[in-house]
Each structure stands twice: as structure tokens, then as C-alpha cells.
């Protein structure tokens, strides 16, 4: 009887320790993916009609990106600032994707190339911001990674250089507001064009700008793929 019992136990512990397995697994960290070697990009599948490596391979590497958007930066104060100015014009950034779920802003301009970004004034606040309006981040170059938030991936903006990231907002009557801190963003990826494009949202945590005054960043940045390829979070 003791023998019987000691061999189911042993099968209980081998049962609950594959499904640990299980769910370690199922709780991976997210990582960045990108076509490989051959293969071609065609509505969400990497496809070759040669042989491989071909699919979906980890990034092993920082591979260099850019990336494009609009966003509006706001504070608690009621300020309200679109960036940049333009409908017409995005605001670019520079990084890199990988090694796994790693990733790094180093730069962030306008369409330009220019550092100190026209934005236009949606909402004046109190005290009231006046034109010009300007946006320049802070503390580059930004580490970010990938991060698993229950089911959803999430791209995390961990840390700045020197400083916790941010943007520093200047107004033409001479108010200047610098907001930092930890956020993150929502990330999708699209299928169609092979770009990942990560979101500011009522998730993004707020930053904070000193006196009791809080900021939230809004609005999407689309990762560009690199050339000939794409990329996707898994």
C-alpha cells in the first residue's frame, strides 16, 4: 500500500512539475521577431519559395530602425500640445530593435532632423500656454523593452540617460514644463505592412512634471521595418 502510494505521489509531482513547465512557457517574455534570411513579407506570413532559414526567427541582434507618428502631449494643468505642429508632418525616431525582447530609442526629431519640435496648441491651459510651442525629449538615449502584462504586450519605456525620460515643452510667453518618468505603450502588430506600431493610451502610465502637475503622452508611433523585411513582437 505504502509503495502504491509513494508511486502515485511521484506521478502528482511529475504532472505538477510539467505544468509549471507549461506555464513558465506560456509566460515567456515577448520578443521581437523578423523575417529571415530569403524569405519575403506577404500579408502577414513570412513566406520563400527557395530553401530556408526562412519564418519567423528572433532577432539575435540590435538591428537599427525608425520610426514615425504624431503625438499630443498634455498635462494636468489642462495644457494641450499636438506635435508636430503640421497634420501634415510626423515626428521621426531613431533605435533599435533586439537582442530578444530588448529595444532603445536614441533619437527623436522632427521631419526634419531638428531636435526642438513645433507643436501646435490645442488647448492653451492655465496659466495659459502661448505660440510658439516647442517639444524636445529628454535624457536620450531611452531604454525600453518588451514586457508581458498579464496577455498583452506591452513595450515598456524603462529609463532615460542622465534622467528619467520625458519631454520638455516651452511655451512663447516663456512657461516651460519638463514631464518624465516610466511609461509604456500598447503594441500591434500590422499585419498588412510588416511595421509594429505602438500606442500611448489610458494604460500609459502618467509622467510627472514637478509641483503636483502630472503629463500623459497620447497618440502612435509606427516602427518601420527595416528594408526588404518585417518585424512583429511574439
Known sequence: MLKRF???GLCLAAVFAMSAVATSSA?????WQQCGAGTEFTNSLCTTSGSGPFGWVEVATKVAVTSEGRLTLTSSTGTELECPESTEAVGKDEGFIGP???DEITKITDSAGKAVVKCKIVKAGSPACSAPATATAVHLPWITKLILVGTEIRDEIVSGTGGAPGYETKCGNGLSLTCTGATSTAVTNNTVTGNVELTFEAKSAATSCGLGITGKVKGT???LHPAGGAIRVH
Open 221 to 223: 508611433d509606427t516602427i
Open 6 to 8: 509513494r508511486i502515485v
Open 100 to 102: 530578444s525582447s530588448a
Open 27 to 31: 509566460s515567456a517574455a515577448p520578443v
